[in-house]
Every structure is written in C-alpha cells, then in structure tokens.
C-alpha cells in the first residue's frame, strides 16, 4: 500500500480557488492511479477526479468538470487537484487515493482528508 497524505485544505469564499497536494510514501505511487474524492457532512463519500500512472488519462465527475483539474508530478510523489470557481456545494472534506491496479481497480489506500470550506 501507498501512505498518502494531504495537504492545502482550506476556506475560500465563492469564486476563489485552491490547490490539494497529495505527497506518497512509497515505490508504489508512479504505478499507482490516483484519485480525489470528497465527503459533506451527512452525504455519502463521492468521485471528484481520478488519473492515470502516466498522467495521459483523466476522469472528472460532472459535478467539477471544467472548474478542477487534476495532475500528477511522479518524481515528487505528489499528486495535485487545482480547484477554480469553487462553489458553496464544494464543501467537504477531501481525500486522495491510490490504486496500484490502475484507473480500473480498486482505491485501496487513502490519506486521513483534508478540509475544504467555500462561503458564500
């Protein structure tokens, strides 16, 4: 497994933006898919974005496309998503994954979240 932590949370008013980090321990992370996901309170934990070991393939939920991106630098183990335009509904706490099968299997190791808070 891949030790994940995140970093870059925050408040932010509507329209603003922010950068999640995402720093690996491990040999495993430039194999490794990576993806972000997000938890509000009293919701269920949800996709936001996920890439490809090579960075050539990414998948974003509906709800951030066009307004978040997400990348990847592996000779820094670290992954970024870059979150513009943000929204009161962005609110949550987020998390990144790592998935050693790639963007078809399973996130198996997760970091401990960090928090994001957008006012309106």
């Known amino acids: 497994q891949v030790q994940l932590v995140e970093s870059g949370g925050g408040l932010v008013q509507a329209g603003g933006s922010l950068r999640l980090s995402c720093t690996a321990a491990g040999r495993t992370f430039s194999r490794s898919a990576m993806g972000w996901f997000r938890q509000a309170p009293g919701k269920e934990r949800e996709f936001v974005a996920s890439?490809?070991?090579?960075?050539?393939?990414?998948y974003y939920a509906d709800s951030v496309k066009g307004r978040f991106t997400i990348s990847r630098d592996n000779a820094k183990n670290t992954a970024y998503l870059q979150m513009n335009s943000l929204k009161p509904e962005d609110t949550a706490t987020y998390y990144c994954?790592?998935?050693?099968?790639?963007?078809?299997?399973?996130?198996?190791?997760w970091g401990q979240g960090t928090q994001v808070t957008v006012s309106s």
């Open positions: 994954a790592a998935s050693v099968a790639g963007m078809g299997g399973t996130f198996n190791s």
């Open positions: 890439i490809s070991w090579s960075g050539g393939t990414t």
